[in-house]
Nanobody, 130 residues
Framework: QGQLVESGGGLVQAGGSLRLTCTAPKHGFYTMTWFRQAPGAPGKEREFVAAVTWSSGSTYYEDSVKGRFTISRDSAKNAMYLQMESLRPEDTAVYYC??????????????????????WGQGTQVTVSS
C-alpha cells in the first residue's frame, strides 16, 4: 500500500476544535476520505467520517459529524484537511486518511467502504475529554 502522511491529532476538551492534515507525496486519487476507529475496536471496520471527490470538490459526511466537521483539499499542496469543531467524547478515535483511484469505484461510488481504498496514512489519535 502507498503511504499518506497525517498530522494534527491530540487531546482536546469537549467542545474544542482540532484540524487534521493529510499529505500525499504522489497523487492521482479520485477520492480522499477520513475514516476513524474507536478505542477497543481493532479489527472492526473503520467508520466513514468524510470524503472529498478530488476533481469536483464535492464533499460527503457521516450524519453524526455534519455541521461540525469540514473536509477540504488543496490541490497545489496535495493535501487534505479535516476541520473538527464542537468535538464530543464519542469522537475519540484513531483517524485515518485514505485515497482511492477511480478504478476502485467502477461498480458504484461506494466511498464509505474502506475496502475500496489502497492508500492509507498511519493514523493519528484524537482524544476528546468530557
Amino acid at each position: 500500500q502507498g503511504q499518506l502522511v497525517e498530522s494534527g491529532g491530540g487531546l482536546v476538551q469537549a467542545g474544542g476544535s482540532l484540524r487534521l492534515t493529510c499529505t500525499a507525496p504522489k497523487h492521482g486519487f479520485y477520492t480522499m476520505t477520513w475514516f476513524r476507529q474507536a478505542p477497543g475496536a481493532p479489527g472492526k471496520e473503520r467508520e466513514f467520517v468524510a470524503a472529498v471527490t478530488w476533481s469536483s470538490g464535492s464533499t460527503y459526511y457521516e450524519d453524526s459529524v455534519k455541521g461540525r466537521f469540514t473536509i477540504s483539499r488543496d490541490s497545489a499542496k496535495n493535501a487534505m484537511y479535516l476541520q473538527m469543531e464542537s468535538l464530543r467524547p464519542e469522537d475519540t478515535a484513531v483517524y485515518y486518511c485514505a485515497g482511492a483511484a477511480a478504478a476502485s469505484f467502477r461498480d458504484g461510488y461506494y466511498f464509505t467502504d474502506d475496502k475500496r481504498y489502497n492508500y492509507w496514512g498511519q493514523g493519528t489519535q484524537v482524544t476528546v475529554s468530557s
